[in-house]
């Protein structure tokens, strides 16, 4: 029998009582770099730094201070102001162990990725701008997972969406950068419409959209399959699962700072935040809804996967393996409270090693006069030292090489899926081999292999405040997931959020899926070698296979998406322009060349002689005198 999700208790003192510090402090440090600029640009990237280590600081003493209470009182709420009056509706954040762990997440990566940009984006004459973006991207996400209310979650989800857009299109002098902004801004609109009416629904349901009167209601009247699909949907968007999942690979048009931002931390792990926290009203375990997600998330997975290996982009196969990890996560979401603490454990532990990944991606760029290639790498492991070693920790985890971070989180994924439904598990165990080659082809084109340096490139090391940033998140990599896991520490503390068996799952290191899940990235990791490790990785990748083809043109999203969507519209556009042009200005014109015309000839008979004028009316009596004596007769 599942436990009860903990009851709120108001809050008002201590830091807790204090927590909208941690939004405010983002937004401070975002207001004074875009309103000062003149007097922040030489140290304007130190203020964004401080505002999201402060941010960071409040998290970890509100973490501390909820960990002091009992598991019963581990949900806090905080009230801030009436913010719709007449609706009911009031600002206020919810401190409990879901929303603190995401925000510990949010600031902490976060601010290693702010430290990161001071000497990624050294030389950006507008670095003082992107600070600014950074900070309002934070103060955005805390935001949406603070708020005690779908509205509060809402202003969140937007305002990720804007900045977002002003990060993916920082450089704007580049046409891709804007188109792939426009893109992510348009196909996220998708989702958020989804979330929108949700959110309708739900009000006019249930009458309220605060999370601690929804439980009761929920509990006593039921739900709908309606409300959790138009859910599911917002999240689709933002954590880019199929089928909106088109705008996250041209979102690497961005600095790479703002995809480990994006694509490790925060902004995709937003859906899988909303699903977990609507979990226990519009997703109970065993309803089409929670089927629904789950199934999402296994086709994103293996989708993803597939994307991955086919990239030669450096930050284009990493941004295809965060679709397939997030993947995992929404599989374990929709698993209900058993897969839950598994789901949120990996976006943890991705946090770290995904941001590991992207930002030694970056060093990498850094290193090769911002090359992306991969097939112009090889052999950067004795020139890149430290972005290798930290690289290859990453990889280790998100593969899941036993005893780190992503071997537990991701086997906990997939033998709760085995226990649900074992084709949805199985599904999951390939996702993990497909994992194991194309992770394994990226580290054997960028750091094994004879040299592809294009000429006039000088692979070095980048300076410590960009590796000091990757060492901290491979520790996280290497540690983090066991800590999580064994024992049922994350389960446990998560419980009074999201319910929950008051005995948590074992974590079972020999199984039948766990051995063969090892197997297939062993050979997933073998054939790599073979094809990219030993063997010479041509200049010009060849055509390929219909499946290779599939995978380069990203399973064809785009072309399914102009067909379904962008073309219709512009044969819509089309008739509406013909039909204004033919049909209402015709009608118009016509009518008025008519009326011209016919007054111009009646004009005519205005001579200006009186015979004239008296023949006129001659003939008109006439006729007149005609037609009533022809009337007459009949």
Request: some cysteine; aromatic content about 12%.
């Amino acid at each position: 029998m599942e436990s009860e999700i903990a009851q709120i208790t108001q809050h008002t003192g201590g830091v807790i009582g204090s927590a909208w510090l941690m939004i405010a402090f983002p937004l401070l440090g975002a207001f004074i770099l875009l309103v000062f600029n003149r007097f922040t640009n030489r140290w304007g990237h130190l203020l964004g730094v401080a505002m999201s280590l402060a941010s960071f600081v409040v998290a970890v003493l509100a973490f501390f201070e909820l960990i002091g209470f009992g598991e019963g009182e581990r949900r806090r709420a905080v009230e801030l102001y009436s913010f719709i009056p007449n609706m009911n509706i009031d600002m206020g954040l919810l401190i409990d162990p879901l929303s603190i762990s995401f925000a510990l997440l949010i600031t902490g990566v976060g601010s290693l990725i702010h430290i990161y940009s001071i000497g990624y984006m050294s030389h950006d004459e507008h670095r003082r701008r992107f600070f600014a973006y950074l900070n309002l991207f934070v103060a955005a996400m805390l935001l949406l997972v603070l708020a005690d209310n779908y509205v509060g979650l809402f202003i969140g989800w937007e305002g990720v969406g804007l900045a977002s857009y002003l990060l993916i299109g920082f450089w704007q002098f580049k046409p891709s950068a804007a188109v792939a902004a426009k893109k992510a801004f348009v196909v996220n609109r998708v989702g958020d419409f989804g979330l929108l009416v949700g959110m309708f629904v739900i009000f006019t349901t249930y009458n309220t959209l605060s999370f601690a009167e929804l439980k009761p209601i929920v509990e006593e009247n039921g739900t709908t399959l309606a409300i959790g699909l138009l859910l599911l949907l917002g999240a689709c968007g933002k954590s880019a699962q199929l089928p909106l999942q088109s705008w996250l690979l041209d979102a690497m048009e961005g600095p790479t700072p703002v995809s480990a931002l994006i694509h490790a931390a925060t902004m995709v792990t937003a859906g899988v935040y909303l699903v977990v926290r609507s979990g226990a009203y519009f997703f109970p375990e065993g309803s089409g809804a929670a089927l629904a997600v789950a199934i999402v998330g296994a086709a994103t997975l293996l989708a993803g996967a597939i994307i991955g290996c086919a990239k030669d982009d450096i930050k284009k196969g990493l941004a295809g393996s965060t679709m397939s990890q997030i993947g995992y996560m929404m599989l374990g979401a929709g698993l209900g409270p058993a897969g839950y603490a598994f789901a949120i454990g990996h976006l943890i532990t991705h946090g770290f090693f995904k941001a590991d990944l992207f930002l030694g991606a970056g060093s990498v760029m850094h290193g090769m006069n911002d090359e992306v290639d991969m097939r112009k790498y090889g052999g950067l492991a004795k020139y890149m030292k430290v972005t290798f070693a930290t690289f290859f920790i990453g990889y280790l985890a998100i593969i899941g090489f036993p005893l780190l971070s992503g071997y537990f989180t991701k086997e906990g994924i997939i033998e709760a899926a085995m226990e649900h439904n074992q084709v949805l598990g199985w599904l999951a165990v390939l996702g993990a081999g497909i994992t194991g080659f194309y992770m394994s082809r990226m580290v054997f084109m960028t750091f094994f292999g004879k040299k592809r340096w294009v000429e006039g490139a000088h692979p070095h090391e980048s300076p410590l405040v960009m590796t000091l940033p990757l060492m901290i998140l491979s520790v996280g990599a290497l540690f983090l997931g066991g800590y999580l896991v064994m024992g049922g520490t994350l389960y446990t503390f998560l419980r009074p959020a999201v319910g929950g068996d008051p005995t948590p799952p074992v974590f079972h290191f020999a199984s039948v899926p766990g051995a063969v899940t090892l197997a297939l990235v062993a050979i997933g990791a073998a054939y790599a070698w073979m094809k990219y490790g030993r063997a010479e990785v041509p200049a010009v990748q060849p055509r390929g296979s219909f499946l290779t083809t599939f995978a380069r043109r990203d399973l064809y999203g785009d072309a399914l998406n102009e067909s379904l969507f962008m073309r219709p519209g512009q044969w819509l556009t089309r008739i509406a322009v013909f039909f204004d042009n033919r049909g209402v200005d015709g009608l118009v014109n016509g009518l008025a060349a008519g009326i011209g015309g016919s007054s111009g000839r009646l004009r005519r008979l205005q001579t200006g002689f009186a015979r004239t004028y008296a023949l006129s009316i001659f003939i008109g009596a006439a006729l007149l005198t005609g037609a009533l004596l022809l009337v007459g007769t009949i």
